[in-house]
Each structure stands twice: as structure tokens, then as C-alpha cells.
Nanobody, 124 residues
Framework: QVQLVESGGGLVQAGGFLKLSCAASGRAFNDYRIGWFRQAPGKEREFVAS?????????YYTDSVKGRFTISRDNARNTVFLQMNSLKPEDTAVYYC????????????????WGQGTQVTISS
């Protein structure tokens, strides 16, 4: 029943920006922390950012994106966003949103519902 759908990926030059969206069905986001992960070819899926269910809630970022990426949410529309600025070629990956369940918020195994992913490609 619960479904997450990412959108907003694309191809941009280094230094550019993109805003990703993660739309959820029903009450999928209510009372849940949502995370963004990314996976590059040949690499493990890695944590990017996470936000608690309430507006203005606690947020966490991996060190490599701090100061460049911002996670936010619009609970009325069941949507989570990832604003990505000052993009670098190493940001190239498929980006996924996911619903947190239990465990370390930095570990993909702690999330129980995943979207299909959206491709982000940064050229140099």
C-alpha cells in the first residue's frame, strides 16, 4: 500500500543545482523519519540526509554534503525534498528516498520502504 516515488533528477554541470522530490501515498510519512540515500555504480548505497516527520524537525547529513544539500518536507502533501546546490561530479548517483523503521539512521538496513530512485548526473 505504501509507495514512494522520486523525481527531479537530471544532468547538470558541476556547481549547478537540482531539487529532488519524494512523494508518498496515504499516511506513509506521518510519524516517520524519511531519509535520502544514493548509490553510484560499483558502490554501496550510502546515507545522504534524513529528517523527522514534523516540520522543522531534526535533520542529519553525511559530511560530504553538509552546507550544500538541504532536506525538507511538506507533510500536507506527503512530500520530502532534497535541494542540492554546488553539485560535484562525485555526487553522481541514483538517489533514493526511504522510510525509517529502526536502527541507525545512517544505515540503509534501518529503512523499510524505498522508492524506485532517480538518476543524478553531474558533469565536469
Amino acid at each position: 500500500q505504501v509507495q514512494l516515488v522520486e523525481s527531479g533528477g537530471g544532468l547538470v554541470q558541476a556547481g549547478g543545482f537540482l531539487k529532488l522530490s519524494c512523494a508518498a501515498s496515504g499516511r506513509a510519512f506521518n510519524d516517520y523519519r524519511i531519509g535520502w540515500f544514493r548509490q553510484a555504480p560499483g558502490k554501496e548505497r550510502e546515507f545522504v540526509a534524513s529528517i523527522s516527520w514534523y516540520i522543522g524537525g531534526t535533520t542529519y547529513y553525511t559530511d560530504s554534503v553538509k552546507g550544500r544539500f538541504t532536506i525538507s518536507r511538506d507533510n500536507a502533501r506527503n512530500t520530502v525534498f532534497l535541494q542540492m546546490n554546488s553539485l560535484k561530479p562525485e555526487d553522481t548517483a541514483v538517489y533514493y528516498c526511504a522510510r525509517y523503521y529502526s536502527g541507525s539512521i545512517y544505515d540503509s538496513s534501518a529503512y523499510d520502504v524505498w522508492g524506485q530512485g532517480t538518476q543524478v548526473t553531474i558533469s565536469s
